[in-house]
């Protein structure tokens, strides 16, 4: 009788083993989507925060060429459109962000920096520890009690 109510634990147990596991796998599958889902928000953000600028800077420097160029033509002083030169440098890399292929470039470096120079990614010290954590969190925790404040941390 022992044999079979054994059995049937062991079952039980590796029923439950297995939902453990399966939901912890769903878990981990649905934290990755989601951070994938809020580095690409962030992407987003930044072309379109780059575009914007593109627009602005776009604006100021016609403006200015213009001026430039009227300023040259009554002048006939070529210091008067030698700002034009780094000027037009800054609107071709703010293109090249907003409308080019800069992104991918920057994402091809930054593989080619995971996959050769890896030790460039190290962080300080190394990734924090579960110990490290805690220290800190009980360092935190004596400081807000020395100050007077009774929260449970």
Known sequence: MGSIV???MDENMKKQQDFILKTGQITLERQI???NQMRERQVAIAVAR???IFVWFGSFYATSAFLMLAGFAK???PGVIA???PLT???GYQFDLAYG???KRLQAEADRIIDLEPELLDMPHGLPSFSDIERERMKQKDALRLHGHDIFL
């Open 83 to 85: 700002p034009l030169i």
């Open 50 to 52: 780059a575009r914007d």
């Open 89 to 91: 440098f800054i609107l």
């Open 6 to 8: 054994g059995k049937a």
């Open 33 to 35: 989507q989601m951070q």
């Open 75 to 77: 002048k006939k002083n």
């Open 101 to 103: 292929t800069k992104i």
